[in-house]
């Protein structure tokens, strides 16, 4: 039976009366999501989804349910981890946090199995808007396993994708995924360009970023892709502790302008050589020091750098000097200096792949570079002999 009052009913309603009214309406619907991340949780491990032809639990629900393939995703999730995550649930119910805050925590919990503790969450999650305890919780996945959430982010960097087609009339179609610091560069460079142009200027938001990629591609075009262009970097400001740039354990995880949290080893190599305003925070979240936009490595050592290398110095590139980084072979964070045999020249791909992608580069005899790809380990060493 529908208990919902009537439009009519909602419209009479005073203005305390309707904000008590929503917040009451929006906590059943909390407490309905409860129950129903419940049920699906329960339906997962049962086989009805294969008998009527589906593919999985998540794509039966997101079909007869009518959900979106990420609130069905969840609403599983959080069903598997009511066990794990008490105080989260107690709170739903009292009304002191939201699905929202519970999906987090959810999602953390599954994320770092042993290394999971509710209790050092739920106080945050109860002061908290559900944005930022997700952000919260990215912070705390970091701290707790530092090593998984760099190697998720350098996943989500190798499934960057940009789709080009033509449609019959001509007009080109873009669909793509971008990983958090790929998706924060591109947004940096086309934001002031999508900004309104004056008062007459009644473009959709929409169209003005349209209008900002070509403005950029216009840009690059005029510059005939000119190394010494396309060489000025977009400017990043990136917030992190000492422990963090140290890559200590128990680190939070970093802040970028327009973007996700990202790891200890994405800020080691935007410190490296690019252009980024540093905020460093002690441990009491206070700012001890704000670095100027400038490159790590510049003037006369870069002059240098670029004549001696002349590229990428990674064996079989040739990205030209201006469009590559400078890279410490032993980073100043760890005593490198910045002395021209310290560094060496890499493309953006190949500086990612040796600080998020584990591969080493060294220089050997002669001055030529080895690389070195990852560790692979395969498990635990077997145990010794009493």
């Known amino acids: 039976m529908d208990t919902a009052p009537s439009t009519l009913a909602i419209e009479q309603l005073s203005d305390d009366g309707l904000a008590d009214e929503l917040i009451v309406a929006c906590h059943v619907r909390d407490v309905q999501d409860m129950h129903i991340a419940r049920l699906a949780a329960e339906f997962a491990t049962r086989d009805r989804y294969d008998d009527d032809g589906f593919v999985s639990p998540i794509d039966w629900i997101r079909f007869n349910c009518h959900m979106t393939s990420g609130a069905a995703a969840n609403s599983v999730a959080v069903g598997e981890a009511v066990d794990r995550i008490p105080e989260s649930v107690h709170a739903l119910a009292e009304g002191e946090i939201g699905f929202a805050h519970v999906t987090s925590m959810a999602r953390t919990a599954d994320a770092l199995g042993d290394r999971f503790d509710e209790t050092v969450l739920i106080e945050k999650a109860r002061e908290s808007s559900p944005g930022k305890f997700y952000f919260i919780c990215t912070h705390y996945r970091h701290a707790a396993d530092a090593k998984r959430y760099a190697e998720e982010q350098a996943e989500q960097v190798l499934n960057r994708r940009l789709k080009l087609s033509t449609t019959v009339d001509g007009s080109l179609l873009l669909s793509g995924v971008f990983d958090p610091e790929g998706g924060a560069v591109l947004r940096t460079a086309l934001e002031p360009l999508a900004r309104k142009s004056g008062a007459h200027d009644d473009r959709e938001r929409d169209h003005r970023m349209g209008d900002a990629l070509i403005e950029l591609s216009m840009h690059a075009l005029d510059s005939g892709l000119i190394p010494q262009q396309a060489s000025q970097r977009t400017h990043l400001m990136v917030t992190t502790s000492l422990e963090t740039l140290r890559g200590l354990p128990g680190a939070p995880a970093a802040d970028m302008e327009l973007s996700l949290p990202i790891s200890s080893r994405t800020v080691e190599r935007l410190a490296c050589d690019a252009s980024i305003t540093r905020i460093l925070l002690g441990s009491d979240s206070m700012v001890i020091d704000v670095g100027r936009a400038k490159r790590v490595i510049s ?85 010794g002999p009493d």
């Open 299 to 383: 003037g006369p050592a870069r002059k240098a750098l670029n004549v001696r290398d002349g590229h990428c110095t990674w064996p079989g590139c040739e990205r030209p000097a201006t469009w590559s980084s400078g890279h410490h072979l032993v980073h100043w964070i760890h005593g490198g200096t910045n002395e021209l045999e310290n560094l060496a020249l890499l493309c953006y791909r190949h500086h990612w792949m040796v600080h998020e992608g584990n591969w080493q580069i060294i220089r050997g005899d002669e001055g030529r570079m080895v690389t070195i790809p990852p560790t692979i380990t395969f498990g635990s060493p077997a145990p």
